[in-house]
């Protein structure tokens, strides 16, 4: 049975600035940092989003959350609508930002009672995160380590065992102990129900941890996938060798529609990038005799990198 979306986008539109006309000149540029977005995300899953710097990735990511004013299309979170319950949705969510900043002045402890003040921490659950997390929650901020410093903030999002977890480049800065430990933290927290919404530059953390991704370019989605499903479906990497009675040539390959590259090696080789479906290249392939036939699913990266290339 499908869950529930935690969380439903529909053809979210967000422009920065406008063009201001003055007399005979005109003077500013509207950005788009994201036309028509449209994707959900269902309860107890580990949703990863990604795109490149400038891609609209935060644009999106603060628009759930009401810090941006979106011009046009629909947010909904837990069944409620983000403008209107903006109050009541934020009390179920932790959230990092990608430019985390805390007050230099603070220790991680005077932090954590701080907050403690707007949302109560689950005691036994902060305790555990105290002895997942190295960070010397005694020291004042301004003495920590990017890394540390990102680990209180990690400690601050989850301390109150949130529902939903909207993850902004959580693991920038964390050595990878910490990052795996972190991973583990988040696919139990899943197996619990809690709902992930996770954006990351490290494409192997995302295939790693992820149940489902997107990938958005240039303000607009370009890609809803399961992740096993987008290995298996979209891009593949296909090494034959051909019998040496009869051998296609490098252009012929080329030609075919659903070859996106194709490379001789110097073994004879040839190694193909196929999108889709893989009957084709089969029966393709049924008009030569072959030696030697292996097909692999592709890395996120290489998808990823098809995407933007």
Not at 153 to 165: D, T, W, Y
Not at 186 to 208: C, N, W
């Amino acid at each position: 049975m499908k869950q529930q979306p935690i969380l439903q986008v529909s053809n979210l539109t967000k422009v920065y600035g406008r063009e201001i006309n003055l007399g005979l000149k005109k003077f500013g540029k509207p950005i788009t940092g994201a036309q028509n977005v449209s994707f959900s995300v269902s309860k107890g899953v580990i949703f990863g989003f990604l795109g490149p710097n400038g891609a609209g990735k935060t644009t999106v990511m603060r628009s759930i959350l009401n810090y941006l004013k979106i011009q046009e299309g629909e947010i909904i979170v837990f069944d409620q609508d983000h403008r209107k319950d903006a109050l009541e949705i934020r009390k179920k969510i932790g959230y990092i930002p990608g430019d985390l900043a805390v007050y230099d002045n603070f220790t991680g402890d005077e932090l954590l009672k701080y907050f403690n003040h707007f949302r109560p921490h689950n005691t036994e659950f902060l305790e555990e995160l105290k002895t997942i997390f190295t960070v010397n929650l005694k020291q004042k901020t301004r003495t920590l380590s990017s890394g540390n410093r990102q680990q209180v903030g990690i400690i601050l999002a989850l301390a109150s065992k949130p529902e939903f977890l909207i993850l902004d480049e959580p693991s920038s800065g964390l050595d990878p102990l910490i990052t795996a430990k972190f991973h583990k933290l988040l696919k139990r927290l899943k197996k619990e129900g809690v709902t992930i919404f996770l954006s990351s530059h490290d494409l192997t953390e995302v295939q790693a941890i992820c149940d489902r991704v997107g990938i958005i370019k240039n303000g607009e989605m370009v890609l809803v996938e399961e992740i096993e499903n987008l290995r298996r479906k979209f891009l593949q990497n296909v090494f034959v060798r051909f019998s040496s009675s009869k051998v296609p040539k490098i252009e012929e390959i080329k030609e075919l529609t659903f070859v996106l590259e194709v490379n001789q090696e110097n073994n004879g080789n040839f190694k193909l990038k196929i999108k889709e479906n893989i009957n084709e290249l089969l029966n393709w392939l049924s008009k030569y005799k072959i030696e030697r036939l292996s097909i692999e699913d592709s890395s996120l990266e290489e998808i990823f990198l098809h995407y933007y290339d």
